[in-house]
């Protein structure tokens, strides 16, 4: 049986080669406060020219391959992580989906406005996407998995809201 994830080694590994990054998906909703769980973590990443070769630096020491053919370890190169598409990856503290743009072709300069830096472990900032964007985006992605979240995020948003 595999190791669970382990999203906070993972998220040191980046943030110690100063990758930049926002953390979105259910990773993002669980460091706010939300009780949901998820599988893999999702990140929005800067595709300038230093932060790829800092982003491709972190993933040879996570040993970063596609999961989809987990036999040919297919890595990613400068040249696909240059573009919008998103790369669905195992490491070895567990899956990451890396994404140039999200709903509606927003990449991480759109959202980094709508992120704030969070403390998640000593010594660990991370950006994470703000719950309101959060839940816009999966109200427009509109899948299943994502209308079932929907209520948990805006509870725990009015929690939070109420509470500051």
Sequence with gaps: MAAPPDFLALLAELAARRVEFIVIGGVAAAIQGAPVVTFDLDLVHARTPDNLARLLDAFQALDAFYREQPQKRLRPDLSLLQGPGHHLLLTR??????????????????????????????????????????????????????????????????????TV
Excluded at 96 to 112: E, F, H, Q
Excluded at 114 to 132: D, T, Y
Excluded at 142 to 148: L, P, W
């Design 93 to 162: 503290h567990g899956p990451l989906d890396l994404l140039g743009s999200v709903t509606g072709g927003r990449t991480y300069d759109d959202l980094r406005a709508h992120s704030h830096e969070m403390q998640i472990g000593p010594g660990l900032r991370v950006c994470v996407l703000g719950l309101a964007v959060l839940i816009a985006l999966k109200e427009e992605l509109g899948r299943e998995k994502d209308r079932a979240a929907l209520p948990t995020l805006r509870r725990t948003l009015e929690e939070r809201e109420r």
